[in-house]
């Protein structure tokens, strides 16, 4: 019988040849059509027109991103918008503005005809937005006040700052839009990076920016000097016998054996002041609290170098006879 030869399954050389003659007829035609398409005129389409803002930048600063396009419908040739729409080769359009502080928009309606005029030959049919916003502040410069920041340094235990600090020089000048000086609230914070300071401090500390207001606001000097002494506090304690005051023969305390512990703390400059001191444990019978039969002790004198004093038992009980 004679034989048969199987199908290999690929196309024969002159079946592909046609079928490449047949694409290059359809993207020949295809090209011609588009092109005779893009020829003709009155097309529509809406497009973002390129924009660019101009004002005075030495006197004003934009505080927010400035638009850079407006959507707008037009129409004309297939060419020219096509070239629009895909912003190849497109100037933007110059928004003037002589005084920007003084609004935050810009109505479309007054950028209709002079954009229509630009954009020839193809005709602006009209703007799809009421107005374009925008935030341009005018730039100040500020005198602030210095203040340490409190989370930005740590005293040694026991130590406070003493008097005043002092600023060198006294005002930080800040230049930069007027909202953005406005959240300073009148004062520049100072960090000075330092922890458990138990001595005078005097230092010259570097002046910083918070990283997001770094674009807007510049400092006219980049450091600052600190000055301020500081109270080294000693902590004592003492026993003390009660004194009794106002008391009537048929009162006594519950317990007569009681020697109030007071605790203090006090300026390492004045103990020697503490040595000729004699403390007095109080209680008054006259501010007695007639409810639960107790006296509050009060310790006297309690000098101004001395802070945190505190006594226990801070109260006694009375027993009436």
């Known amino acids: ?30 090209t011609f059509w588009i092109l005779n398409a893009l020829n003709k005129d009155n097309y529509n389409t809406i497009v973002d027109y390129p924009i660019q803002w101009d ?50 928009f810009i109505l479309t309606s007054d950028l209709k005809r002079p954009l229509g005029d630009f954009i020839t030959p193809t005709t602006l049919i009209g703007m799809l937005r009421d107005s374009i916003r925008y935030h341009i502040d005018p730039i100040e410069i500020l005198e602030l006040e210095p203040v340490l920041d409190t989370t930005g340094f740590s005293l040694a235990k026991n130590v406070e700052i003493e008097g005043p600090v002092l600023f060198n020089p006294a005002k930080v000048s800040v230049k930069g839009p007027s909202s953005i000086l406005e959240t300073f609230d009148g004062k520049f914070l100072i960090s000075l990076s330092e922890s458990r300071i138990s001595q005078n401090f005097s230092k010259s500390v ?5 990283e997001e207001l770094k674009d807007f606001v510049s400092l006219e000097h980049e450091d600052i000097e600190v000055n301020f002494s500081v109270i080294q506090y000693l902590e004592g304690n003492k026993r003390l016998k009660l004194k009794k005051v106002n008391f009537p023969n048929s009162v006594v305390l519950e317990d007569e054996e009681i020697t109030p512990l007071i605790t203090y703390l006090i300026d390492g400059s004045k103990v020697t002041e503490l040595k000729d001191m004699e403390f007095e444990a109080i209680l008054d019978y006259s501010k007695r609290n007639r409810k639960d039969s107790t006296i509050a002790i009060t310790v006297k004198p309690n000098p101004s170098y001395i802070k945190e004093m505190r006594v226990e038992p801070s109260f006694v009980r009375l027993k009436y006879e």
């Open 1 to 30: 019988m004679p034989e048969h030869k199987k199908s290999s399954g690929w196309i024969s050389s002159r079946k592909l040849s046609n079928l490449k003659v047949v694409v290059l007829c359809i993207a020949a035609a295809t």
């Open 55 to 104: 004002f005075d930048q030495d006197e004003y600063m934009a505080v927010q991103p400035l638009p850079e396009s407006v959507p707008i419908q037009i129409s004309g040739n297939g060419w020219d918008l096509l070239r629009k729409y895909f912003k190849l080769n497109e100037t933007p359009f110059v928004i003037n503005l002589a005084e920007p502080a003084t609004k935050s």
């Open 206 to 210: 570097s002046l910083e920016i918070d």
